[in-house]
Structure formats: structure tokens, C-alpha cells
């Protein structure tokens, strides 16, 4: 069973930076995205970050040059570097996948971490 392993979060202060990583557990046949949502209580999932498996790069337009997502440098993992974080930065931040699993759950499918609270403080 594939499942998403997050690491990272907790509380940082307005101005500091922070780094989220996700990797995943269990077997994975080919990665199509990977990455990272977010969201506030009452509005609803955004996209944070992705990283697709051509290298490209894609970030809401909040981000504005403040976030960085990697390969994580281990098979299937990425990270994700905050920098310049503000108040409005604050949510649950969920890892993402878009991937190709074989076998008796073959076909593309989405997953998602349980999430990790992000808290800066101002």
C-alpha cells in the first residue's frame, strides 16, 4: 500500500524559513508529480508546489519566488524549502503524488499525506 511519509513543519517565525520533505512508502511504479497543497480552515486545497517527473517546476502564485520544491535525493522523495514565511503562510500542509502503480491496483492514481501543521508566528 503506497502511502506518504511527511516530515518537517511546526512553528517558525515571520521571516524564517522551513523545510518540508515527503517520501513515499510501499511500491510505486512510475512517479508522474509530486509535491505539495495546502490548506486553511474554511477555504479550500491549494497548490503549493509541484515537481514533475520532466524536472518541471510549478507554484501558486502566492509563492512569488519564496518556495523552492527538489528531488529529495532518495528514490521518490521531495522537499520543499519556505523561505520569507508570513502569517498568511499558516495552514496544513499536505504531500501530494500522482502515480502508476502495477498489479492488483494498476492504473494512475492520486494520494495524499495526513499533513503537518505550519505555524509562523508574527
Known amino acids: 500500500q503506497v502511502q506518504l511519509v511527511e516530515s518537517g513543519g511546526g512553528l517558525v517565525q515571520a521571516g524564517g524559513s522551513m523545510r518540508l520533505s515527503c517520501a513515499v512508502s510501499g511500491s510505486i511504479f512510475e512517479v508522474n508529480s509530486m509535491g505539495w497543497y495546502r490548506q486553511v480552515p474554511g477555504k479550500s486545497r491549494e497548490m503549493v508546489a509541484l515537481l514533475t517527473s520532466g524536472g518541471s517546476r510549478k507554484y501558486g502564485d502566492f509563492v512569488k519566488g519564496r518556495f523552492t520544491i527538489s528531488d529529495g535525493g532518495r528514490l521518490h522523495t521531495v522537499d520543499l524549502l519556505m523561505n520569507n514565511l508570513n502569517s498568511a503562510d499558516t495552514a496544513v500542509y499536505f504531500c501530494?503524488?500522482?502515480?502508476?502503480?502495477?498489479?492488483?491496483?494498476?492504473?494512475?492514481?492520486?494520494?495524499w499525506g495526513q499533513g503537518t501543521q505550519v505555524t509562523v508566528s508574527s
Open positions: 501530494y503524488l500522482n502515480g502508476e502503480e502495477r498489479g492488483v491496483r494498476l492504473g494512475v492514481w492520486e494520494y
